[in-house]
Nanobody
Framework: QVQLVESGGGLVQVGGSLRLSCAVSGLPFIRDDRGWFRQAPGKEREFVAAITWSGSNTYYADSVKGRFTISRDNAKNTVYLQMNSLKPEDTAVYYC??????????????????WGQGTQVTVSS
């Protein structure tokens, strides 16, 4: 059974930091790329960041470049999203996702086959 379990969300003030984690298990493929996406109320799900299997390539939405960092620990089967200098517009439900390595685009949510349940991030001003 495939499981992606996010944690680390919460309420934070503007300028604060949070670190999201996503523990993954049961994937039917050996190598996977992972991504973080977010969805705010009334908006479509949007790409935030992605990382390839080896960690050698990372991708970021322009809106989070320089503030967010994606990383992974394959020994722990976990992907992280360090979020700094948070803004009210970062408020959303954050989802992690997994796809086979090098399969389609890392920034397109339609490329991802498995998704977590999401974790709420709220940035108060």
């Amino acid at each position: 059974q495939v499981q992606l379990v996010e944690s680390g969300g919460g309420l934070v003030q503007v300028g604060g930091s949070l670190r999201l984690s996503c523990a993954v298990s049961g994937l039917p493929f050996i190598r996977d790329d992972r991504g973080w996406f977010r969805q705010a109320p009334g908006k479509e799900r949007e790409f935030v960041a992605a990382i390839t299997w080896s960690g050698s390539n990372t991708y970021y939405a322009d809106s989070v470049k320089g503030r967010f960092t994606i990383s992974r620990d394959n020994a722990k089967n976990t992907v992280y999203l360090q979020m700094n200098s948070l803004k009210p517009e970062d408020t959303a439900v954050y989802y992690c996702a997994a796809k086979p390595a090098e399969f389609l685009s890392a920034i397109n949510p339609n490329s991802y086959q498995y998704w977590g349940q999401g974790t709420q991030v709220t940035v108060s001003s």
